[in-house]
């Protein structure tokens, strides 16, 4: 950078600081084409984000509602959002309600994680011939599965699986249970609370 | 005359056998010769005529059993089995598991499902490689009816193996037991 500089201001024009200096004009008018081509594209798109996390927290996060939700497609996407005394899933073309007092279990897969996890887990997948004992994430690793078990009108049994972002199950599932759902496995605890002495 | 007459008769009977012997040997084109279709192919055993009536059927969450199999994974096979088993369009009803109606209905059967085994495989590998990663799971069916006499009770499979998530495994599990189901039930 020192060098760059004395070559810049240097004191004689003529000498091979001159050379240097007419080579780096094409490259200083170059880097700052490209600068206004890049920045207008990219501008947008950090706009893009902040309103996209904008919405989010006002409409809750996006999710993919793979199957069990009456009058939802398979594989439809849209929101999730806990909502008055219901876990309420909307997309374009409709909005789906499973009333809280009716879930009769919720796991994410941390959940899948503690069941089989552990020395009791180890035990058990141990006991289990032919690999029935692996078990492993249904989905990718950068996102999270919130399955929920719960009854209909008919008081038929149903299941819904919902996969979300990396952590936004585990959000879900804490403020479904302070609703009052069950669930066989507590949710985990803020990572803020777990910090505190 | 008579020497002549005997001479041709025994030249035209070993011409016969010379025949014959080509005809029958193993390596003869004759042999080569693929015997009439009819013969040939083995029809497979016709499949036994369904014989029960049931107006409703009732389908049971899965029951894992020992087998570790995850929440997402059980509740997948229910769902995908009690659409699979509508599109069956052998009962007027189905219903799921505690529905408060299912109780009335006289001729009800009962389906439940208990995991035997699961594997779970790698969508990543299969795609790689098309060989390993698959996902398998086999389930024990068991059909009974109101008074709780078994039907039915086969070892139903489903697995994934070249392309696709580790669900169509339930998938194609829930689609077998519909095929079970169409075999018994008229």
Redesign the interface.
């Known amino acids: 950078m020192k060098n760059f500089l004395i070559a810049f201001h240097s004191p004689h024009p003529g000498g091979g600081s001159g050379t240097a200096r007419r080579a780096l004009i094409p490259a200083g008018v170059l880097a700052l084409a490209a600068a206004v081509l890049v920045v207008p594209a990219v501008l947008p798109a950090f706009g893009r984000q902040a309103a996209d996390k904008k919405s989010e927290a006002a409409s809750g996060p996006k999710v993919e509602c793979?199957?069990?939700l009456e009058h939802v497609k398979h594989h439809a996407s849209g929101t999730l959002t806990v909502a008055g005394d219901a876990l309420q899933f909307s997309s374009d073309k409709g909005k789906a309600d499973i009333p809280i007092a009716s879930i009769q279990?919720l796991?994410t897969a941390n959940?899948?994680k503690q069941?089989?996890g552990g020395l009791k887990?180890t035990v058990?997948?141990a006991?289990?011939p032919?690999?029935?004992?692996?078990?492993?994430?249904?989905?990718s690793k950068a996102t999270e599965?919130l399955?929920v078990?719960y009854?209909?009108a008919?008081?038929?049994?149903?299941?819904?699986?919902f996969i979300l972002h990396r952590g936004q199950a585990t959000v879900i599932k804490r403020e479904l249970v302070a609703k009052g759902a069950k669930a066989s496995i507590p949710p985990e605890a803020p990572a803020s609370e777990e910090k505190k002495p | 005359m008579k020497n002549v007459t005997r001479l041709s008769v025994a030249f035209s009977l070993g011409i016969a056998v010379a025949a014959c012997a080509f005809m029958l040997a193993p390596g003869s084109l004759a042999a080569q010769t693929p015997p009439p279709p009819s013969v040939s192919t083995k029809e497979p055993p016709p499949k036994p005529k369904p014989t029960i009536k049931a107006s409703a059927i009732l389908i049971e969450p899965v029951d894992p059993g020992d087998v570790l199999m995850p929440p997402d994974f059980q509740v997948a096979v229910y769902e995908y089995l009690v659409e699979q088993v509508t599109r069956t369009k052998k009962f007027a009803h189905v219903y799921r598991s505690g529905d408060k109606e299912a109780a009335n209905v006289p001729d009800l059967v009962t389906l439940r499902t208990k995991a035997e085994y699961f594997k779970m495989g790698s969508e990543k590998k299969r795609e790689v490689t098309t060989v390993a990663g698959s996902t398998k799971i086999r389930l024990k069916l068991l059909i009974t009816n109101h008074e709780g006499k078994v039907l039915a009770d086969p070892d139903v499979e489903g697995s994934v193996h070249f392309f696709g998530g580790n669900l169509n495994a339930a998938y194609d599990f829930a689609k077998n037991v519909a095929e079970v189901i169409r075999g018994i039930f008229i």
């Open positions: 793979v199957l069990g279990d796991f959940d899948s069941v089989f887990g058990l997948k006991g289990v032919y690999e029935g004992g692996r078990v492993l994430s249904l989905f599965v399955t078990e009854r209909d008919d008081n038929g049994f149903r299941g819904a699986i």
